[in-house]
């Protein structure tokens, strides 16, 4: 029997709104960048989610966001290329 393979997956909710950021998204890079718009004003922060669909959320002080980060298996199609979207049980989120 063979060992089922993993990844990590990272989960975003913005004002109670959850996105389950693909593979290959920075998350440093994302948290500064929703610091950044905190700081600056509203501003629009993109980022690619599972499906490999792009996301557009506007940021400001208001916003209250959650990063978490959690493990499940192995989705081969899950790799960020936002050119090749796929469908599934993500379409419903």
Do not use: W
């Not at 063979?2 to 389950?20: I, K, L």
Request: glycine share 8%; net charge negative.
């Amino acid at each position: 029997m063979s060992a089922m393979r993993t990844m990590v997956r990272t989960q975003v909710t913005v004002n109670d709104v959850g996105y389950f950021l693909a593979q290959g998204q920075d998350v440093d890079d994302l948290k500064g960048e929703i610091e950044s718009a905190v700081r600056a004003g509203p501003r629009f922060v993109e980022f690619i989610v599972v499906g490999n669909r792009s996301v557009s959320v506007l940021v400001s002080a208001a916003t209250q966001v959650v990063i978490s980060v959690d493990t499940v298996e192995y989705d081969h199609r899950d790799n960020g290329d936002d050119s090749a979207p796929f469908g599934g049980t993500f379409d419903l989120l």
